[in-house]
């Protein structure tokens, strides 16, 4: 328990000599229980931890890393905390991390490359014990402090490029085939497609490029397009709907490039009494929980979300506790849901 000087003290930060004082153990012996060290019995561990807990003590992990110029950090850098995706990519990473020593902090870009610079930059300065980053196309600047950090990089969500270190995703391109033959195949023949604005939305440019691939080989193209950028993704999912509709009457089919925007759609067509699926077909991509919530199952590609947080984390921890490695590749495989919105023959 803390004794009077401790108490009569608690302004100022606290110290290993306060635990001492609290155990009735040295700072030495303190010291190596606070760094996990396996040389200390079972009863003294627990008199110490149970001090540090009572006192409020957290060990200065920086004043700790100066020898080893590392910090037990993870960065984790990804575009958004508003699109569904990635709150479950953090769960993926925080559950494996949740088993090591280390801890994932974020960092948010969204989706704009000078603000990517900005977050590494300061991510890098506390030197952590690893990365992982969202997508594969970064700035010049952003590339080169990447590759210079000299600690584990794993670039997720995407396989289509040339990868820094380590990467872990699926193949969007594929996805967009994919979904592209399902359509086709179901008979579909006068699809639209609706999505975000795409400069800077690298992979849903490339789901769109290989959607557009797999319809060109079957003869048939986009028939319309509306893109959006801001707002509430399910109100613009109708709002959109309704233009494109408005606008294409004649259209069978609207692929969107993510599920809110589609959720959005379906609930526009059911509303206004369009048979979903035999009028018109609707898909989405990402596979969110959201979905289990809608009137009708609506068809989408589960986009491997958790399973790419856990494998780039599994990456960083092996490499950060000194197991050899570089340059992993994951290509993980993104699995259709017909739902209830895409019809079989």
């Known amino acids: 328990m803390p004794n009077d000087e401790t108490e009569a003290n608690l302004n100022r930060p606290l110290t290993l000599r306060d635990v001492s004082a609290a155990s ?8 190596r229980v606070l760094r996990g060290r396996g040389d200390v019995s079972a009863t003294t561990r627990a008199k110490v931890m149970e001090a540090a807990r009572t006192l409020g003590y957290v060990p200065n992990k920086i004043a700790g890393a100066l020898a080893s110029q590392r910090v037990n950090l993870v960065a984790v850098i990804i575009p958004s905390l508003k699109n569904l995706v990635f709150p479950e990519v953090m769960s993926g990473i925080s559950e494996v991390l949740d088993e090591t020593a280390l801890q994932p902090v974020v960092g948010v870009t969204n989706y704009e490359p000078e603000r990517e610079e900005k977050v590494l930059y300061e991510m890098i300065s506390w030197r952590p014990s690893g990365i992982i980053i969202a997508g594969l196309e970064h700035s010049d600047a952003s590339r080169a402090m990447l590759k210079a950090a000299g600690i584990p990089i794993v670039e997720i969500m995407d396989s289509d490029g040339d990868p820094i270190d380590a990467v872990v ?27 975000t604005k795409m400069p800077l939305d690298f992979r849903a440019r490339k789901r769109f490029e290989g959607f557009t691939e797999a319809l060109a080989k079957a003869g048939l193209e986009v028939h319309d397009q509306e893109f959006y950028e801001g707002g509430s993704a399910l109100l613009k999912g109708r709002e959109m709907t309704e233009t494109i509709l408005n606008r294409s009457p004649d259209l069978d ?37 959201l979905l289990d919530g809608l009137p009708v199952r609506l068809a989408t590609m589960d986009a491997c979300r958790a399973e790419i947080g856990q494998e ?4 960083v921890a092996r490499r950060a506790s000194g197991t050899a490695g570089g340059g992993e590749r994951v290509v993980l495989t993104p699995k259709l849901q017909l739902g209830e919105t895409l019809k079989r023959r």
């Not at 526009?268 to 929980?289: E, S």
Request: glycine letters at 18%; a positive charge; hydrophobic letters at 45%.
């Open 24 to 31: 009735g153990v040295s700072e030495m012996t303190v010291s």
């Open 169 to 195: 995703g699926i193949s969007h391109r594929r996805a967009g085939r994919e979904m592209a033959r399902a359509i086709v195949e179901a008979g579909y023949r006068k699809i639209g497609f609706l999505g």
């Open 253 to 289: 089919f609207l692929y969107y490039s993510n599920d809110m925007i589609a959720a959005g759609g379906l609930l526009h067509c059911l509303d206004n009494g369009i048979d979903v699926p035999g009028r018109l077909g609707l898909a989405g991509f990402n596979g969110v929980d």
């Open 312 to 315: 780039a984390a599994r990456i």
